[in-house]
């Protein structure tokens, strides 16, 4: 009888030990799994069991199995004070620890840090906010290189004009640097072409005695412009012009005013300009030169209309002087100067010398001593 109820006693023990076992090593693979914060520890009597030191669980410390009861039993007398120890990690543990530690670095390395991210997305968005449309530079940029344009065309040499340059040179960079170069070479010649024409129509309307002086400050001021112009579209000179239509952007505006303004009035201009020279000071020579010099800046071969003429500013026009010719350009010379002598000009002592005239000195007499006269 008594030795039944010793068995049943065992029985229940070991089963009740069973399922606290069990219960402590599911509780363990979940702290492998995801580990909790640590539990306060359970207050125990200071004679209740002996901890053992070198077994720890990765949530914290466990306490260990009582090796005895109070009164000194065998353990199946008397209920343990506290857990039972952590049973040793098997291969099921270890499995479930190593995969959950490589998936933890398969998922840290493939998701994207989110700075990584907010950078791509960063210089994408830079980008596309830098990007000039067509109609942006319609609308924006080419309206302030025409407004620049209208205003170094038409100011007087030496006026200030209140633009800046900074400003439009970065407007042409900008526009280059989207491809929008031949959109605004178009543009450009264009505009200049449409000044042209206007100033050419009021060369026309210009009466005789004024055509000369109009047609000096038109040639000079659009000249001066071109100083100015020039610089400002460098950018697009050098990245389209040259590069893709292989010319000057400085040769074409040239080019313009001698089509559209020169090749018409110059059958109007050079026989005004020949009548002018022969009647000295009709026209300043600051401006007969400036024309003459302008002319064969636009077109060298005008010379032939009046290589007299263009020879008197612009050296080695005619052949080389023979000594066969000499009493030929010393007729010329006295003819000039007896215009000149008939419109109020006289000669100077300086002329009367080259043309062969003694000047006569009167020297003082001077006394030296020894009793001798010398002339000094």
Not at 12 to 32: I, P, V
Not at 341 to 360: M, P, V, Y
Request: proline share 10%; glycine share 4%.
């Amino acid at each position: 009888m008594e030795e039944s109820m010793e068995e049943e006693e065992m029985l229940s023990y070991e089963a009740m030990m069973d399922d606290q076992n069990h219960n402590n090593w599911e509780a363990a693979a979940d702290n492998f799994r995801q580990p909790p914060p640590p539990p306060p520890p359970l207050p125990l009597p200071p004679s209740s069991s002996i901890q053992d030191p070198g077994r720890e669980a990765p949530g914290g410390q466990l306490l260990a199995m009582p090796v005895g009861s109070v009164d000194g039993k065998d353990p199946k007398e008397g209920l343990p004070l506290g857990p039972p120890p952590l049973p040793e990690p098997n291969g099921v543990i270890m499995m479930l620890k190593s995969c959950d530690t490589a998936a933890a670095v398969t998922k840290a390395a493939s998701a994207p840090t989110p700075s990584s991210t907010i950078n791509i997305n960063t210089s994408t968005s830079k980008f596309l906010m830098n990007v000039i449309t067509i109609e942006d530079y319609k609308s924006t940029y080419w309206p302030k290189l025409d407004g620049a344009i209208d205003q170094l065309l038409t100011q007087s040499p030496g006026d200030y004009i209140p633009i800046s340059y900074e400003q439009i040179y970065s407007c042409v960079y900008k526009c280059v640097c989207q491809q929008h170069s031949e959109q605004m070479y178009s543009d450009l010649i264009k505009k200049i072409t449409s000044h042209l024409e206007r100033v050419s129509k009021e060369l026309q309307a210009s009466p005789p005695d004024l055509y000369i002086e109009r047609f000096n400050i038109a040639l000079g001021q659009y000249m001066g412009a071109l100083q100015s112009i020039v610089p400002l579209f460098i950018y697009m000179n050098k990245f389209y012009i040259e590069t893709k239509l292989n010319r000057d952007l400085k040769d074409d505006l040239i080019k313009l005013f001698t089509e559209h303004v020169a090749e018409k009035h110059i059958y109007s201009l050079m026989p005004l300009l020949l009548e002018a020279q022969s009647t000295p000071f009709q026209v300043t020579p600051s401006t007969m030169a400036n024309i003459v010099k302008g002319l064969y800046t636009l077109r060298p071969e005008w010379v032939q209309m009046a290589p007299t003429l263009f020879s008197k500013f612009i050296p080695n026009i005619l052949p080389p002087a023979v000594e066969s010719e000499l009493s030929e350009y010393a007729a010329q010379d006295q003819k000039l100067q007896r215009e000149l002598i008939q419109n109020g000009f006289t000669r100077g002592d300086q002329s009367r010398k080259r043309a062969g005239d003694e000047l006569a000195y009167t020297s003082p007499l001077v006394q030296v001593p020894g009793d001798t006269d010398s002339n000094c």
